[in-house]
């Protein structure tokens, strides 16, 4: 995933000329906002989290399982047993693709509304 916070690193030659008092401003919108949105934060971080841990779970565990019990198989060949095993590897990073793409879209949704939230309120200032 890419840098979502990178854009929040440069600072327009009018914020660098800010007093104080509008640096505190700022400082005070940005902390309200981040409290206002912490559940969204914290619902990205856990299906991160859970995306990783599924990922993780399929090729230390699902995917040695699979190829152990077939291996056991003495019906199919082993031209088949591999081509099987490599089309579910595929599919699941497939599948693993979709899950980090629509988490990078509500991220870049919720960051979207973030940054408007944030400009709203400094122009307020």
Not at 15 to 21: G, L, M, N, P, V
Not at 81 to 88: H, T
Not at 97 to 106: D, P, T
Request: proline fraction near 2%; hydrophobic fraction near 35%; charge should be negative.
């Amino acid at each position: 995933m890419s840098d979502i916070f990178g854009q929040f690193q440069s600072v327009s030659s009018k914020s660098k000329r800010a007093d104080f008092d509008d640096i505190s401003a700022y400082e005070e919108h940005y902390m309200k906002l981040l409290k206002k949105y912490q559940p969204e934060i914290q619902r990205i971080e856990e299906m991160m989290q859970s995306l990783r841990k599924e990922r993780q779970e399929f090729y230390t565990q699902t995917l040695p399982a699979v190829k152990k019990s077939m291996d056991e198989d003495n019906v199919l060949s082993d031209e088949c047993k591999a081509q099987w095993i490599q089309e579910l590897q595929e599919n699941m990073e497939k599948s693993f693709q979709i899950s980090e793409s629509l988490i990078q879209h509500y991220v870049t949704k919720n960051l979207e509304e973030f940054k408007q939230a944030l400009k709203e309120a400094m122009s307020k200032v």
